[in-house]
C-alpha cells in the first residue's frame, strides 16, 4: 500500500530510542526511506548504555512499510556528518525531504540542583552535546534540503510556547532545550526564503523505554505507575510525536508552522490523529493548568 511519504527521504538524528525511534518508525509508516542515526549498535553501546540500537530503529521502520537505514553518527564529530551526508547524496541522488534533529544524550550530566552547586564539567558537557550536535549537523545537512529549494526542519526540544517561560529546574537543561526551541525560530529567517519550513517540537510527559524502566513497568501495564508519579497519567508514547512529524511531512501547507514552538498534543487536535490508545493527550496544557496553574485538581481525563 503507498502512503502520503512514499518516495520521501529523512534522516533522524537521535533516532535509537525514546522520540527518535517513535517519528523514525511513523515516518515509515507513511512510506518514507529513513536514515537514522545514533551511536548505539549492535556492535557496541553509547556512553548511555541501553540496550536500544539504531539497527533495531531502522528495522521496525521497514516493518512498518518504509525503508530503514541504520547509519552510526556521532552528531558532535563534524567529519563523521559529513560522510552520512555524502551518503545520502550518493545513495538518494541529493533528495532530503525532512530533516528531524533529534539529538541530546545529556540526561547523564543533568543535575537537578542550584547553578553554583552543579558539578561544572557535566553542566558543559550537557550544553555540547545537546546544542552543539544540532549545529553542527544543521551546518552540513541543510545545504541538502535548500539547494532543492525545499523541506522540513524539525528541532526536537522540551517545550512549546504554553510552556517556554518556565524554568525546567536546572539551568543547563533549561539553556539547551530553550537554544534548541529558538534554533526553530531563527531559522525561518534563513530557511524560509529558500523554501523549507522550520519548527521546533516537543512531545509531552514522553513514555519512552527508559522511563518504562525507571518505573518499572511495561507498556502494557504503565498505568500502574500513576500511584507512584500522578503525572504519568499524562504520559505518551513516542509514536504521538512520531505522528505529528509524519503529519508535517505530509502537510502541502506545513509553512503555516514556520517559526512555531509546536507540541504533539497541539498538532494532534489540528491534523486528528491519536496516540496508538485512541486518545490525544495535551501534555502541556495539563501542566500549565494543573501543575503551575491554580487548576491542581484538573482531570486528566479532560486533557486526553
Not at 530557511?191 to 518499572?216: A, I
Not at 490525544?280 to 486528566?300: I, L, M, N, T, W
Amino acid at each position: 500500500m503507498s502512503g502520503p511519504l512514499d518516495g520521501q527521504v529523512a534522516l533522524v538524528t537521535g533516532g535509537t530510542r525514546g522520540a527518535g525511534r517513535g517519528m523514525a518508525v511513523e515516518l515509515g509508516t507513511a512510506g518514507a526511506t529513513v536514515y537514522v542515526t545514533g551511536r548505539s549498535t549492535r556492535e557496541s553501546r553509547s556512553p548511555i548504555d541501553r540496550p536500544e540500537t539504531i539497527e533495531d530503529t531502522a528495522r521496525l521502520v521497514t516493518e512498518a512499510g518504509g525503508h530503514g537505514i541504520a547509519v552510526r553518527c556521532d552528531h558532535m564529530v563534524p567529519a563523521e556528518v559529513a560522510a552520512l551526508v555524502r551518503r545520502i547524496e550518493h545513495e538518494q541522488d541529493g533528495r532530503l525531504d525532512v530533516l528531524v534533529d533529534d539529538t541530546w544524550g545529556g540526561d547523564q550530566w543533568i543535575e537537578w540542583k542550584p547553578l553554583w552547586e552543579h558539578d561544572l564539567d557535566k553542566g558543559l558537557r550537557a550544553l555540547r552535546n545537546g546544542l552543539e550536535t544540532h549545529l553542527i549537523t544543521l551546518h552540513t545537512v541543510l545545504p541538502l534540503l535548500v539547494r532543492r529549494g525545499r523541506g522540513l526542519v524539525v528541532e526536537v526540544t522540551d517545550g512549546d510556547d504554553l510552556f517556554n517561560d518556565r524554568y525546567r529546574g536546572s539551568m543547563f537543561f533549561d539553556m539547551v532545550k530553550v537554544a534548541i526551541t529558538r534554533l526553530g525560530r531563527m531559522l525561518k529567517d534563513e530557511l524560509e526564503p529558500n523554501g523549507v519550513t522550520s519548527l521546533s517540537l516537543t512531545p509531552g510527559f514522553l513514555r519512552s523505554e527508559e522511563m518504562l524502566d525507571h518505573f518499572q513497568v511495561t507498556e502494557d501495564n504503565w498505568r500502574d505507575a500513576i500511584a507512584e508519579d500522578r503525572w504519568f497519567s499524562i504520559s505518551e508514547t513516542p509514536r504521538y510525536i512520531g505522528r505529528a512529524v509524519a503529519a508535517l511531512a505530509a502537510d502541502p501547507e506545513v509553512s503555516r508552522w514556520s517559526g512555531k514552538a509546536l507540541s504533539s498534543g497541539v498538532l494532534a487536535k489540528h491534523y486528528g490523529f491519536t496516540d496508538v490508545d485512541g486518545s490525544q493527550p495535551e501534555a502541556s496544557r495539563f501542566f500549565a493548568d494543573a501543575y503551575f496553574g491554580d487548576r491542581k485538581d484538573a482531570d486528566v481525563e479532560d486533557y486526553r
